[in-house]
């Protein structure tokens, strides 16, 4: 209690030694206290509230005018670690005239003052010396980072021709494919997936079809082939499961690819080859009630026919006909979507040098392109035009050859 009563007494003397008397009883007052509370917060390690403190007093006296508070205003910047400015602070505490106890206290701290200093440029070389380094490093990233990406792109735009030609590749595959599996190259209209043919039962009241010519390959006509997947899988519309391999694109015999866009109205869920602009397709326009319809498709996406058109199948233009399958019957539409007539026949098969074969009361005859009968239908089986003539059966198991006339080729 004595040695703190002895402090007091002494520091009193060294605020009046320092200040004098220009400053009034309250203004010493304030001085005092805040220069108690700064040597308390010196003793705490509390730097930053010494300097603030510091700061406050020195606002009062219109700077720095007491060598003892200069004195624990360096100590506070040694504290903070801040040895430059403790050593221009140092600078002015000697100019002050210290006592001779603020002088023994400056011997105490004055080397850890340049030891700070000397520190503290090593410090500051290291950080230069590091961020030196973290720019050449990140230089030589940057230069990295550009040449894997020149790099990069040149091996994408290689990998991107070796992708198109492979693409290229498969899509000649898949037309083949399609063709192969969709069009028999032997004559026969036994495959029930042909588009080309209305692919009735075969019983007709005995009229039967002699089959279609050997060289004529209905292939070369096909501009674009649905892309299929090969397996029998089925595709999902509308969370149901529904009959459909249909991978969404097409594809010519050169490999060139092709898909729709912007098809929002209907689903597709099966569909043909192009020819001649369109496709046959069975659409949906709402899944969840099952509603199909065929119809024929443009290259846009656009559909030839209006909605509820009564068609139960759609096939394959040839010669600017299609041959369309009703509840009734069978008949054939333009590229403009009318029936040549209104006329229904049990079997339609199609045009060829302009005259197609259709069955009529169980037997065969030939329809021109107006729809008329130009070839009476009284043939129990017939094949199509070639080269103007067409062979025939009428009676008995004998085939003979007529003309475009009806007239019997001797």
């Known amino acids: 209690m004595k040695k703190l009563i002895v402090v007091l007494v002494l520091a009193l003397c060294s605020f009046q030694m320092g200040f004098g008397q220009q400053y009034d009883d309250a203004t010493q007052n304030k001085i005092k206290v805040k220069y108690f509370a700064a040597k308390e917060f010196l003793e705490n390690r509390e730097y930053s509230k010494v300097i603030e403190k510091v700061n406050e007093i020195e606002a009062l006296t219109s700077g720095p005018e007491a060598s003892i508070v200069q004195n624990i205003k360096v100590k506070a910047y040694i504290g903070i670690g ?6 221009k602070e140092l600078s002015v505490l000697y100019k002050m005239n210290p006592t001779n106890e603020v002088l023994k206290d400056i011997s105490s701290y004055e080397s ?52 198109k030609e492979e693409s290229i590749e498969i899509h000649k595959e898949y037309y083949q494919d399609y063709v192969n599996r969709f069009i028999p190259a ?9 588009f080309f043919l209305a692919d009735y039962d075969e019983d007709g009241g005995g009229a039967y079809f002699f089959g279609k010519p050997k060289d004529v390959e209905y292939k070369n006509y096909v501009d674009l082939a649905p892309v299929y997947s090969r397996s029998l899988t089925t595709t999902r ?38 020819t001649e602009g369109f496709a046959p397709v069975l659409i949906s326009r709402d899944i969840e009630k099952e509603v199909r319809e065929w119809n024929y498709i443009d290259t ?20 600017g006909y299609a041959i369309v399958k009703y509840e009734s019957g069978c008949n054939y539409i ?72 009806g007239e019997k080729i001797k």
């Open 237 to 274: 519309y509308g969370g149901k499961e529904l009959r459909g391999r249909y991978l969404n694109y097409f594809t010519d015999r050169n490999g060139a690819s092709f898909k729709f866009e912007n098809i929002n109205n209907f689903n597709i869920i099966e569909i043909g080859a192009f």
């Open 334 to 405: 333009n590229l403009k979507g009318e029936n040549i007539n209104s006329s229904r026949f049990y079997k339609c098969y199609p045009f060829f040098e302009g005259l197609a074969p259709v069955v009529s009361k169980s037997k065969w005859g030939f329809i021109n392109k107006k729809g008329e009968i130009v070839i009476p239908c009284i043939y129990k089986g017939v094949s199509f035009f070639k080269d103007g003539k067409a062979s025939v059966l009428k009676n008995g198991k004998k085939w003979f050859f007529i003309n475009k006339n």
């Open 112 to 163: 850890n003052i340049d030891t700070g200093i000397e520190e503290e440029k090593a410090r500051e070389e290291r950080a230069r010396l590091a961020e030196i380094k973290r720019k050449e490093e990140a230089r030589l990233a940057e230069i990295k980072s550009k040449e894997d990406a020149r790099l990069a792109e040149i091996k994408s735009k290689e990998d991107a021709i070796i992708k």
């Open 300 to 319: 846009k996406g656009k559909l030839l026919l209006p909605n509820k058109n009564g068609l139960k199948r759609g096939y394959n233009f040839y010669e």
């Open 186 to 194: 032997d004559g026969s209209y036994v495959n029930r997936s042909v």
């Open 82 to 87: 801040m040895y430059e400015r403790a050593k």
